[in-house]
Every structure is written in structure tokens, then in C-alpha cells.
């Protein structure tokens, strides 16, 4: 049976709409069902564009939290600087924030939706996946059911960490393709039955590792985002 793939398209604002929908479509001609997405909802969204969003969310796309801002004011010490130069840049937010930080910053974003009237989202995706400082007890408290990180998916209902191998195509200089490419390499040789995560940044189609891209939607059978606790151990 083919490896699943779990697709969600991320940093989904305002000011990356156009490219994001430029990414469904490419999806879509590749023959994927709707894709996750990752709404950072602390932009200023207009009513045109949150109506565009609720189209996508009743096309089938189901929606995740993904920070407030995606970018920080000020780096979190040594670790996060490290973090920064060599993952993040700018936009791990939560790597700023102490645990009471992190926790207003899940809060606002999950309420966010019910505020422009969008069903609860479930799963929640912190920027760059680093979810910072914050106990999973803490975790457990909050109202999103799924938190992504790097290895995988924390369900707070099973208190349970799902291993999921990622994919991942942000390559804007040649260090981050060549980094990317390894890394790639060794998720897909690590995912065996398990489903693996492609995760998609909206200027991926313009950057190095593009073709790789459309070679991992055939490669693996896309299938969207069910809920974690439903996918092989």
C-alpha cells in the first residue's frame, strides 16, 4: 500500500493569499485532495480575504492555527539565535515568549476563529514547529486537541506523540537546499508505513526544490489531513 502523504500549506496571511491560492491550484493538478492550512491570523485580513478563506474552509480545507504574527521583535537568547540562523529566521515567535506568553499567544489564535466565524480548528502549528518553553500539561489545558512539531503530532487527548517523518521545500539559498535535500532523504527513508508530512510555504513553486515537490505528490498518495489519531503508530 503506497505511503500517505499529510499536505498542509503554511503561513497562509494576508499578504501571502495570492501566492497560497497559486498553491491550491498547483495542488489540485496534481490530483491532491484539500490541503491543510496554516492561518496566521494576526495580519490585517480584510473582509474580501476572510471571505475568500471561508470558501477554501467550506471547499474541504481544514484549518490549523499557526502562531499570531510569524515573526518575532526580539530573539529569546543564545538557543533561539542559533535556532534562527539556522532554521527559523525571524518567525519562531514562541521562542520569545515564557510559558504564559506561549499560552496567551495558542489562546488569541484559537479564538481568532470563532471571532470571524469559522468552525474551531483542532490542530494548532507552531512557526518553524518550535513550540518553545511550555510543559504538556499546559498543553493539555488549552483548547486545541493537536499540536505539530518537528517529530510529529501531540495529541492532548491520548497524551500521546504520533512520529511523523517531514517533508519540506523552502530552499531559498543553496545551504537550505542542500540541508532540505538530506533531510528530505531521510524522512522518506524513515516513513515506512507511516504517513508522511509534505509541508508546503507559499514561494516553494519559485524556489530550488520545486521539482522535488511535484515528484513527492506522485511518489506518495496525498490524502489531506485526517485526524492524527487516526494514522499507524
Known amino acids: 500500500m503506497p505511503t500517505r502523504a499529510l499536505v498542509s500549506v503554511h503561513d497562509l496571511m494576508p499578504e501571502t493569499l495570492p501566492a497560497v491560492l497559486e498553491i491550491l491550484a498547483f495542488l489540485e493538478r ?4 484539500p490541503a491543510t492550512l496554516l492561518v496566521v491570523p494576526g495580519g490585517a485580513w480584510s473582509p474580501e480575504q476572510l471571505a475568500t478563506l471561508k470558501a477554501l474552509a467550506r471547499a474541504g480545507h481544514p484549518l490549523a492555527g499557526h502562531g499570531w504574527h510569524h515573526r518575532i ?3 529569546g537568547g543564545a538557543a533561539h539565535w542559533l535556532h534562527s540562523r539556522l532554521i527559523s529566521r525571524n518567525v519562531a515567535e514562541h521562542l520569545a515568549l515564557d510559558e504564559d506568553g506561549i499560552v ?7 479564538d481568532w476563529f470563532a471571532d470571524q466565524g469559522f468552525a474551531a480548528p483542532t490542530l ?3 512557526p518553524a514547529w518550535a513550540m518553545g518553553r511550555i510543559a504538556r500539561a499546559r498543553l493539555a489545558a488549552l483548547p486545541f486537541r493537536y499540536y505539530e512539531v518537528l517529530s510529529g503530532v501531540y495529541d492532548t487527548d491520548e497524551g500521546r506523540l504520533r512520529r511523523l517523518p517531514l517533508l519540506g521545500y523552502e530552499a531559498d539559498t543553496g545551504l537550505r537546499a542542500a540541508f532540505l535535500r538530506f533531510s528530505n532523504g531521510a524522512s522518506r527513508a524513515l516513513a515506512g508505513r507511516r504517513p508522511i508530512r509534505i509541508a508546503i510555504h507559499p514561494f516553494d513553486l519559485g524556489l530550488r526544490l520545486a521539482d522535488d515537490l511535484a515528484r513527492d505528490l506522485h511518489r506518495y498518495t496525498p490524502t489531506g489531513w485526517p485526524e492524527p489519531h487516526a494514522a499507524p503508530a
Do not use: M
Open 73 to 75: 521583535a526580539r530573539l
Open 104 to 110: 496567551d499567544l495558542i489562546g488569541r489564535c484559537f
Open 30 to 33: 496534481h490530483g491532491c485532495p
Open 124 to 126: 494548532y502549528v507552531p
